[in-house]
């Protein structure tokens, strides 16, 4: 016998013929039936049908562009397509503060050098260049008029009034 007798074994009478073997079988899912190709075409429009296949030929042309790339391009490359096609922008790199703060000093130093480049350039072109002063500019000539000066008021007051503490001791 090639089971093993247990004591609930031994207890019934026959347990070779009270033996039950089960096999699972898992479910199978049912295939659908092909239809023809005449009655899918009345379902969907000519056009919706061509605006999926140009994507889809666009889709693989840029997978075919992508697979020519260095490793380094080609990840960038999946990241952009991905982001294209509506997922999240990865996050910025972690970048140490010290590190950020040194890059950000050799920007400044660059710009402010790009700056000094511009303005010789500048004045290199308009160095040979002069300009003419014009001699019958008439708001120059009038922007002085009317205008007095605080020494001619502090003059004139100062001179009335010494005159009048003069005559004061003479009295």
């Known amino acids: 016998m090639s089971l093993i007798l247990t004591k609930a074994a031994l207890a019934l009478k026959n347990p070779d013929t009270n033996f039950q073997y089960i096999k699972f079988e898992a479910h199978k899912a049912k295939k659908k039936p092909v239809a023809e190709s005449s ?11 061509k605006d999926l296949d140009l994507k889809k030929i666009r889709h693989e042309v840029v997978k075919f562009g992508m697979s020519g790339f ?43 050098e790009e700056k000094q480049q511009m303005r010789s350039k500048s004045v290199l072109q308009t160095a040979g260049k002069k300009k ?40």
């Open 39 to 49: 009655g899918k075409s009345d379902l969907r429009p000519e056009n919706h049908s």
């Open 70 to 112: 260095d490793p380094t391009k080609k990840e960038e490359a999946r990241i952009a397509l991905a982001v294209s096609l509506g997922a999240k922008p990865p996050k910025k790199e972690y970048l140490n503060y010290k590190e950020l703060m040194q890059k950000r000093k050799q920007e400044k130093i660059k710009e402010t």
């Open 132 to 171: 003419k002063k014009a001699n019958n500019d008439v708001g120059h000539f009038l922007s002085g008029y009317g205008k007095v000066n605080k020494k001619d008021l502090t003059k004139k007051d100062d001179k009335g009034s010494k005159k009048k503490k003069k005559k004061s001791k003479i009295i």
